[in-house]
């Protein structure tokens, strides 16, 4: 018991660090988050035809939980590119000097985030246009295998955003990075 009581008061305090760097954020970090996750959305919304175009065509109707996943995928991921910049010169930092090399937790955070990307693509979009479910299981086996196992994917797509975003988010506050002058 002791040890679940220590794992969620870590996570605890993983997301207060989280929180604390999001309120510290400068208005660049902001737009480029705003702008990101809009260009993320735009496309694929359109894609898999969550936004109505002449474009692309959608043999199976989106199922209802697809808008939610679409958009919190879209809004995590513009949190995610925005904890790539650098604060603007407003920004407060503990440290004039240059942040160390890391343990390769920017490396982790950004193939976290590019695997939850990809697994939120294939759960929002259609089973039988995804060109590799249909080959590996035919028009059949992406209605009766993966269609059923899309919400896993976004759910397991949604968890690694959040895991990468918050250990981005947390980098910040625990190892700023000093201000651009």
Do not use: H
């Given at each position: ?120 693509w294939f759960a929002v979009g259609c089973p039988v246009c995804n060109k590799i479910a249909l ?9 009766t295998w993966f269609a059923p196992a899309q919400p896993v994917l976004a759910a397991t797509a ?24």
């Open positions: 018991m002791r040890r679940i009581e220590q794992w969620v008061s870590r996570r605890k305090a993983s997301l207060g660090l989280a929180a604390q760097a999001l309120v510290a954020w400068s208005p660049r970090q902001l737009g480029l988050a705003a702008t990101a996750a809009v260009v993320v959305g735009v496309v694929v919304g359109l894609v898999t035809v969550l936004i109505p175009n002449p474009v692309f065509g959608r043999e199976i109707p989106p199922e209802p939980w697809n808008y939610p996943v679409w958009i919190v995928t879209s809004a995590l991921t513009g949190i995610l590119f925005a904890t790539y910049v650098r604060p603007g010169a407003a920004a407060t930092s503990r440290s004039d000097e240059p942040a160390a090399a890391g343990d390769g937790s920017d490396r982790r955070s950004a193939r976290l985030g590019g695997f939850a990307a990809v697994l939120a080959l590996a299981l035919g028009y059949t086996g992406a209605l949604l968890v690694l955003f959040a895991v990468a975003v918050v250990r981005r988010l947390q980098g910040q506050v625990v190892c700023p990075v000093p201000a651009v002058r």
